[in-house]
């Protein structure tokens, strides 16, 4: 499996993926907002896109979608629940649907509602395994609730799905948002070392470099995967220096979605 990360120099900072069969040189696309930036790429590296794939319905995801069908006239994959909200559905996808890419790729669908109901993440079964996570979990983030979500389907979906996921897997989000996703995690738990020190690695850098994370790193430096830290109960109440009681998992994910919806 051959990824290419396109960063499209937006003002929500969005990233694009190709995921490539090696030997066949047949592309998947996910969330191709910028076409044209995609189809570029693909023809730079010698693929072809034959299929293309919404994470979500939000138009920051979609909006390259008449474009690529157009160019490619690429089978398009979506959430089973978008039929309503994404024009064109090729192949609704369900929990556990598998696409193939050529004759080395394939990805599971994932169901993980939350930033919208109708999200899918797609789980890469390679030898280095991947998550293409759209929304729904970014590099040291969660995704917001604001359009169409819930927070607390988002807590279940990390809870159920992205927290059984194993160390190795590299996260491939939908924005870059790190450094300010970093920022946010040291102000709920400053003493976060490592959380600091690849803040001062980053801080500044051409976003065109994507910094792809691990789920291992993730739950170093993410605090929405770091709901258990006394640190992070702890300042939920008030700063306490003594262990937070009263305080499940659930309540302090809420409380820090709550609290990055303003910060």
């Known amino acids: 499996m051959q990824v290419a990360q396109i960063y ?9 993926y190709l995921i490539a069969c090696e030997e066949t040189g047949e592309a998947l696309a996910v969330d191709p907002l910028a076409a044209d930036l995609c189809l570029a790429e693909a023809e730079r590296r010698g693929w072809t ?27 398009l994959y979506a959430h089973a629940g978008a039929g309503a909200s994404i024009e064109g559905i090729d192949v609704a996808l369900k929990a556990g649907d598998s696409i193939r890419v050529g004759r080395t790729v394939e990805l599971e669908a994932l169901d993980t509602p939350g930033h919208t109901m109708s999200h899918v993440c797609l789980l890469a079964h390679a030898d280095q395994p991947s998550l293409f996570s759209g929304d729904t979990l970014f590099n040291a983030g969660a995704g917001n609730c604001h359009n169409g979500g819930h927070p607390k389907e988002l807590y279940q979906t990390f809870r159920t799905i992205i927290a059984k996921l194993s160390d190795d897997v590299t996260v491939y989000p939908g924005h870059d948002y790190l450094e300010h996703n970093l ?6 738990e400053p003493s976060n070392v490592r959380a600091q ?23 170093a430096i993410n605090v929405f995967l770091r709901l258990d ?4 109960m702890a300042r939920l109440l008030d700063g306490e220096a003594g262990p937070a009681t009263g305080l499940d998992e659930e309540a302090v994910f809420l ?9």
Do not use: C
Not at 199 to 219: F, I, K, M, Y
């Open 197 to 219: 020190s690849l803040l001062e690695e980053v801080r500044g850098r051409d976003p065109h470099q994507a910094v792809p994370t691990s789920l291992g790193l993730e739950r």
């Open 8 to 16: 499209t120099d937006n003002d929500y900072r969005n990233f694009n």
């Open 229 to 232: 830290q006394p640190e992070v």
């Open 49 to 75: 896109i034959t299929k293309f794939v919404n994470t979500h319905e939000h138009l920051d995801h979609t909006g390259g979608n008449a474009r690529m069908r157009e160019a490619t006239g690429a089978t």
């Open 183 to 188: 920022g946010f995690t040291l102000d709920r």
């Open 255 to 263: 409380a820090l979605r709550d609290l990055r919806n303003v910060w």
